[in-house]
């Protein structure tokens, strides 16, 4: 049996079945025990598909592969597989679906609803990163839109309006000129094979593409993914959608759809435009940096613990691009990296903010203080989380970032030494938040609040994540040695430059 195939929409059949149970029981409790096991389903195929992956096949070669067409007429194909580069992604999403569960037990709103669109979420994100035809991939990159959109209009705060259609135009206005380049890459395709196809495997294989053309699609992919990513200045929507979003929401957004653009960069843009991708790499080293520096200094100035957050995840996916744009194997691969650290670790951070947000009512640094007076477990979590986000040794953080600046020094010691200031950056603004909203004395308001301490089902995910961050950090070999796999064949294409 080909397991991919049923991972693909086992998330599927669990969203019709939290929409339909959300209407038939009333028991908020068997709801949230429901979904829990449900979520459990696809995590138990995906360490079965795991168990069975060839961890030794070339790079570029495709396991659990399935085609079948699918609109002949047009040449759209269902055509799925895994490669080193989505597995771990794959893996990213089946883990943190469950812990989202959850860390949103205390979730009381139309949970049926709020569960399906979760897992509805989750189909599209699965689909996302197995897709191997154009067509398929696009539509479940739109899927996803869909679910987040709901979330943030239906549990989010008080700007969840404003916050979700932003989301909305920005993302979809971005798929759409991406989507003008994957008919560019189509039509050429056409011309030169004398059929249609969408099919991945068979275009990178059979079409060759001049470089003006190579080009123009380069950059109109570069624009629906770096907007996804995002990248300065294409960010503007993450903010607020976070700010307003639901915890479960946040994680998503931050944890697995950011590395949506990241994965479509790579797999796409670098892998099928090899010779666009060395044309613009300095501007893109460039735009990395800018993104690094600015969004860190925009989350030091921050007052709101959610927004500072979010603007962290805009620098470290700063990082990621301009690993990527080096051009170099060991920054390339720190980069890729970079996209499952952050997975984990920004899966934490919004955790730990929406439960102290959940547990004292404000997130606002200016508000809070000596919260570690009264909330020590969910404090000490909180430390060991910002530490793995400033990258400290020992802890998955550090890893990407010394893989891409090692690699990046390498090649460009001018660029990468600008890079590393917004290490400095990162420390300050994590450090500081520290130091004004947990340390120092309790105010009389926080301790007349009598806020209660980190529950079992919200204390369950962060230490499963937690002990990952660790165990990768102090051993990352399983982790770097399926990303190697993934990306050889794109390092391959990109030439001589390595």
Known sequence: MNWLNVLLFLPLLAAIVMFLAGRLVKNDNVLRGLALALSLLPLAVNLLIMAGYAYNAASG??????????????????????????????????????LVVLVSFDEHKKLGAYFGLLFLLECGLFGVFAALDFFLFYLFWEVVLIPMYFLILGWGG???????????VYTHMASLVMLVGFFAIFFNAETQLGYYTFNMCEIMAGVQFAPGLQYLIFLALFFGFAVKMPTVPFHTWLPDAHVEAPTGGSVFLAAVMLKMGGYGLVRIAFGMFPAAAVHYAIPMA????????????LALAQDDLKKMIAYSSVSHMGLMLFGLAMLQERAFNGAVVQMFAHGLISAMLFMCCGILQHSVGTRRIGDLGGVANVLPRLSALTVFTFFASIGLPGLLGFIPEMMVFLGAFSVHKVLTVIAMLSMILTAAYYLWALERAYFGSASRDLIEKQPYDIRWFQTAPLLVLGVLVLLLGIYPAPLTDIVSQGTAYIINALGGVF
């Open 61 to 98: 070669e495709f396991q659990y592969y399935t085609t079948l067409d699918w609109i002949a007429a047009f040449g759209i194909t269902y055509t799925v597989g895994l490669d080193g580069l989505s597995l771990p992604l794959v893996f990213l999403t089946s883990l943190l679906t469950p």
């Open 158 to 168: 008080p700007r969840r309006r404003y916050a979700a259609i932003k989301f909305f």
């Open 286 to 297: 460039v735009l990395g940096i800018i993104s690094m520096l600015w969004a860190a200094l």
